[in-house]
């Protein structure tokens, strides 16, 4: 019985099976690569897709917001026009005739008003005058603490100047409709 043995024998200057190795991890490297190269592409289409479907929409946003911008623009006008003319309706509602009359009501002999400041926010009253004696400043303050058109009275200055006596004075200024309804209902309650 023979043996035979196989010898091999490699007379090449260079390895090979190193360079098949390489060969085929590079192959494997450039498959990997064209198949992440493709799914980059798939991706970017997509979002362009998606981009393009998006200015879509913000076109037509923008195309129904100019549709709607003079219908918006009127309602503004329209709100302007009606705080306006709520504000002119206000402003109507105050009598001056009736506030003069009121305060005239109460309007002492030997008390003259040089000026007479009205506050239609918070109704405040500012008079400015004169009294011939004490006594007639003093009736005209009683006769605003009296009153149910006017309430908080208050003295703000006094002096007495070549025999008269100079004044300021504070008070604001009821509606004649809440002083009208004050009275019924205290006397409603008294009986």
Not at 84 to 92: G, N, P, V, Y
Not at 181 to 189: D, N
Request: aromatic share 8%; glycine share 6%.
């Amino acid at each position: 019985m023979i043996r035979r043995t196989a010898i091999d024998i490699n007379f090449a200057s260079r390895n090979y099976r190193l360079s098949a190795r390489v060969y085929s991890g590079l192959m494997a490297a450039s498959v990997f690569l064209a198949v992440l190269a493709l799914f980059v592409l798939g991706k970017t289409f997509s979002y362009r897709a998606g981009i393009a479907v998006m200015d879509g929409k913000v076109k037509e946003m923008a195309q129904i917001e100019e549709e709607v911008r003079p219908v918006l623009m009127e309602r503004e006008q329209l709100t302007r026009d009606l705080s306006a003319m709520s504000a002119l309706m206000e402003a109507r509602k105050f009598s001056w005739t009736r506030l003069l009359t009121d305060i005239e009501s109460v309007f002492p002999v030997g008390v003259a008003l040089s000026r007479v400041g009205f506050n239609p926010r918070d109704r405040s009253l500012m008079f400015d005058g004169t009294a011939l004696s004490p006594e007639a400043l003093r009736n005209f303050m009683v006769g605003l603490e009296k009153s149910p058109l006017f309430s908080a009275p208050f003295l703000k200055h006094q002096s007495v100047d070549k025999g008269s006596i100079s004044f300021n004075v504070a008070a604001r200024y009821q509606e004649p409709q809440a002083a009208a309804v004050a009275p019924v209902s205290a006397g409603a309650q008294g009986k």
